[in-house]
C-alpha cells in the first residue's frame, strides 16, 4: 500500500487524523479544537502516570506542544490518538526517570478533585443522586485509584490506554513500542492484581488496611 493510499484511508476513517491534517495546513481554529478534544484526557492519564496534578497539566502542554511543532511533517501512519499517546507515554516516562522517583509516589489525591483530572470516577456509575450514593462513588473511584497505582509503570498504562481510551492491544502496542503478545500479557498481569485488590471491597463494601 502506498504512503498516499493509507493517509487518504485514515483521514477517511479517523475524524482526527482530518483536524490534525487541517492543523498541519494551518486552518484557522483547527489546533484549539484538537486540544479541547484531548486536553482532559491526556491530563488524566498524566495523573494517574505521573502522580501530581501540576506536573501532569504541564506535560499535557509540553504534549501539544510538541504536536504543533511536529506539525509540518505529520504524515498519518495510524490512528491521531495512537500517535498523541506514544509522545504522551514517551515524554511521561521521561519525565519519570529524570525524577527518578516511582510514578506512584506522592500521589496521594493531587489533583483528583476534579472531575476532568479523574478519569475513572466518571465511569463509575452512581445508582441515585443521593449523597451517600455519590459519597460511594467517590470512595469506589479513590479505591480503584489505589488499585491502579499499586501497578507497575508499564501496566498502568496498558491498563488506561485499554480500557479508558479503549485502544486495541496492536495500538497499545505501538505507543508502547512493545509486541501484541507482550502487551496482552501485560494487561493479563495487571487485571489479576486489580482484581485481587478490588475484590475484598467489592464484596465486603470496606476498605482493606
Known amino acids: 500500500m502506498s504512503t498516499d493510499t493509507l493517509e487518504q484511508q485514515l483521514e ?6 482530518r483536524l490534525m491534517l487541517q492543523v498541519r495546513d494551518d486552518v484557522q481554529g483547527a489546533f484549539e479544537v484538537l486540544v479541547e478534544r484531548y486536553q482532559h484526557r491526556l491530563v488524566g ?9 501540576e506536573e501532569a497539566e504541564d506535560l499535557t502542554q509540553e504534549v501539544f506542544l510538541r504536536v504543533y511543532r511536529a506539525r509540518k511533517g505529520y504524515r498519518p501512519r495510524a490512528k491521531f490518538s495512537t500517535w498523541l499517546f506514544t509522545i504522551a507515554n514517551n515524554l511521561a516516562l521521561n519525565h519519570l526517570r529524570e ?5 506512584s509516589a506522592g500521589a496521594g489525591n ?3 478533585g476534579s472531575q476532568e483530572n479523574r478519569p475513572i470516577v466518571d465511569r463509575v456509575p452512581g445508582r441515585d443522586g443521593t449523597a451517600s450514593a455519590q459519597l460511594r462513588k467517590v470512595e469506589l473511584s479513590d479505591v480503584v485509584r489505589e488499585a491502579l497505582d499499586g501497578l507497575g509503570e508499564d501496566q498502568k ?16 502496542a505501538e505507543v508502547m513500542g512493545r509486541s501484541e503478545a507482550a502487551v496482552k500479557s501485560l494487561l493479563a498481569r495487571a487485571r489479576n492484581q486489580l482484581r485481587e485488590r ?10 482493606g488496611p
Open 12 to 17: 477517511a476513517r479517523d475524524p482526527d487524523v
Open 45 to 53: 492519564i498524566m495523573v494517574h502516570v505521573i502522580g501530581r496534578a
Open 99 to 103: 525524577k527518578g522517583r516511582n510514578p
Open 110 to 112: 493531587a489533583g483528583l
Open 157 to 172: 498504562v496498558a491498563v488506561l490506554l485499554n480500557k479508558f481510551e479503549e485502544l486495541s492491544y496492536a495500538e497499545i
Open 198 to 207: 478490588l475484590e475484598p471491597y467489592l464484596r465486603t463494601g470496606q476498605r
